[in-house]
């Protein structure tokens, strides 16, 4: 099985880099531009299934690589972004001058540090997992299948599979509209590529 990964294409806030979550938010023009990018990308690939997080940036996403091929999207809560409670909408500059200790034990202990009224990351790869193991069981692994859904879900996610503590999940960041790819086959998960944008050139 063939799990492609797509982070949702760029919004507002992505550009004036403030701390998103579940805020939800459409995507601008440049995410448009993305997002046409990636159908054109995926025009000329047999893609079986496409699941979507149902925060409008990632349905929009969606919809705008699906314009061609017309398959039905399924909308998937689990593939929502960390929810940031407090921090939802805050210029990281901002938060990294108002709170230095939060975000250094946010680094230090991702896996169960909460933000304030939000998750800890190690909550949104428990649900990530969850997901993907669903997936594989319930599709045959002869599928190709789009998943379109946000940088920290990805970044949990493909911090998990490539067997590192949740403490080193920056090095797992994926840009907007970038894809990553993931070979399900002998009931292992291996990552093939990460964080591809030559399409977005």
């Known amino acids: 099985m063939e799990i492609i990964l797509v982070r949702h294409c760029e919004t507002d806030w992505n550009k004036e880099n403030r701390c998103q979550g579940i805020s939800d938010l459409s995507l601008n023009q440049a995410g448009l531009k993305q997002a046409e990018n990636l159908r054109s990308y995926f025009n000329n690939l047999d893609i079986d299934l496409i699941f979507s997080s149902t925060l409008k940036r990632a349905i929009e996403t969606a919809n705008v690589i699906n314009s061609d091929k017309k398959i039905p999207i399924e909308l998937i ?3 929502r972004e960390m929810d940031q409670g407090d921090f939802e909408g805050i210029p990281f500059h901002t938060l990294r001058e ?6 250094n034990e946010w680094r230090k202990n991702p896996e169960k540090f909460r933000i304030p009224n939000g998750e800890t990351l190690g909550e949104v790869k428990n649900r990530m997992i969850k997901f993907m193991k669903n997936i594989v069981e319930t599709h045959r692994e002869d599928k190709t299948i ?3 859904s946000h940088n920290l879900a990805l970044s949990s996610l493909l ?4 067997e590192k503590n949740l403490v080193n999940f920056t090095e797992f960041t994926v840009e907007s509209g970038s894809i990553s790819t993931i070979d399900y086959s002998n009931k292992i998960f291996s990552l093939k ?4 944008t ?3 050139e």
């Open 198 to 200: 030559k399409h977005l």
């Open 193 to 196: 590529t990460m964080d591809y």
């Open 98 to 103: 108002k709170y230095p200790v939060e975000l």
């Open 146 to 148: 789009i998943i379109v």
């Open 159 to 162: 911090c998990s599979i490539s």
């Open 77 to 79: 809560d689990e593939l």
